[in-house]
């Protein structure tokens, strides 16, 4: 794994922290959030902190087996929220990591379905290996805003991070393309001054879409109030 710097011309920057097992590298990057003019580095561990140019500044170890595999959202300074799951109410938490790398559990916030908890094992030579529990949503940040998205929803919502309370942002309206049946899943919206931009996952089997189209990008202008569907490839 690399990292990757340029500047707004796409020119290539040096970028001095380097691939390793040191207190000052990095091994598996799972998230990176800039922000301020510091490089928050998220791996299985620890979050690693650099300036733009590369150089370390200090870690945040985690604490009481956090894996940071669910995307974080920057509260302050050196506090991050990270997604909770609370399956025995079948509800959604925003927990907190502070900057001891301590995970201070968060209250409900969202309902979910059982199947975001259910347990899934894969067979192998006669035994059952319990896989990852990923539950069915996450956060995002885009244009200053942290966004909140579950599958199986046509809403996007909104995290405030002063009362870390969720706000519909965003309703997706998918008319003839979406009955009952089919999954409202991977929502995504990048925003700009001038147009939207989203992405959803369709059902193949439903609409025997062609392989580009199975999660399509759309385009909203602001100006003419239209939306269309970006050529794949």
């Avoid at 809403?155 to 309703?171: H, N, V």
């Amino acid at each position: 794994a690399t990292i990757e710097s340029f500047d707004l011309s796409g020119n290539l920057l040096e970028f001095k922290a380097e691939y390793g097992r040191s207190e000052e590298e990095f091994t598996n990057v799972r998230h990176i959030i800039l922000k301020d003019d510091e490089l928050f580095v998220f791996q299985a561990t620890r979050i690693s902190i650099y300036d733009l140019d590369g150089n370390y500044k200090e870690s945040i170890h985690f604490q009481e087996g956090i894996n940071s595999i669910q995307p974080p959202f920057m509260i302050d300074k050196r506090t991050f929220g990270i997604l909770g799951n609370d399956i025995e109410n079948k509800k959604f938490c925003i927990d907190l990591i502070d900057t001891t790398g301590k995970r201070i559990y968060g209250k409900p916030f969202a309902s979910h379905s059982e199947e975001a908890g259910k347990e899934r094992f894969i067979e192998r030579n006669g035994m059952k290996i319990p896989l990852p529990t990923f539950p069915a949503a996450h956060f995002y940040t885009n244009n200053e805003k942290v966004f909140f998205a579950q599958k199986l929803n046509d809403t996007l919502y909104t995290i405030d991070t002063k009362d870390l309370q969720k706000r519909a942002s965003y309703i997706f309206d998918y008319g003839k393309y979406i009955d009952h049946k089919s999954p409202k899943r991977n929502l995504f919206i990048m925003e700009t001054k001038h147009f939207l931009q989203c992405r959803v996952l369709f059902k193949k089997d439903l609409f025997n879409t062609d392989p580009g189209y199975i999660s399509p990008t759309f385009i909203y202008d602001e100006a003419s109030g239209k939306t269309r569907m970006i050529t794949h490839n």
